[in-house]
């Protein structure tokens, strides 16, 4: 099992920037892959970003691309989402998760495929 707790979320203007931080507990945090997903009021839950086990690899959804920056840190089992030039419609609950992931066309985007989630942290962006 492994156990994920988001922090970092809040409210902020648009073209504000927060970072999100995903801290894992329980099996060997570097075995997983990483992803970050997110959920506006009343929509599906949608993929925002991944990273591979080593941090090598990353991808985004074009929304958040050159905006978002997904990263971890297998030494302190804690994952990151920096996000900057925030807007109103980045405004969801944001949910990190992992699983034992294959890093080929969209396998990783998709949610059903990751193991285990947090409990989300919500991000507000006001105009």
């Known amino acids: 099992q492994v156990q994920l707790v988001e922090s970092g979320g809040g409210l902020v203007q648009a073209g504000g920037s927060l970072r999100l931080s995903c801290a894992a507990s329980?099996?060997?945090?570097?075995?997983?892959?990483m992803g970050w997903f997110r959920q506006a009021s009343g929509k599906e839950r949608e993929f925002v970003a991944t990273i591979t086990r080593s941090g090598e690899g990353t991808y985004y959804t074009d929304s958040v691309k050159g905006r978002f920056t997904i990263s971890r840190d297998n030494a302190k089992n804690t994952g990151y989402l920096q996000m900057n030039s925030l807007k109103p419609e980045d405004t969801a609950v944001y949910y990190c998760?992992?699983?034992?992931?294959?890093?080929?066309?969209?396998?990783?985007?998709?949610?059903?495929?990751?193991?285990?989630w947090g409990q989300g942290t919500q991000v507000t962006v006001s105009s």
């Open positions: 998760a992992a699983g034992r992931l294959f890093y080929s066309g969209s396998y990783a985007y998709i949610p059903g495929h990751y193991d285990y």
């Open positions: 329980g099996r060997t945090f570097s075995d997983y892959g």
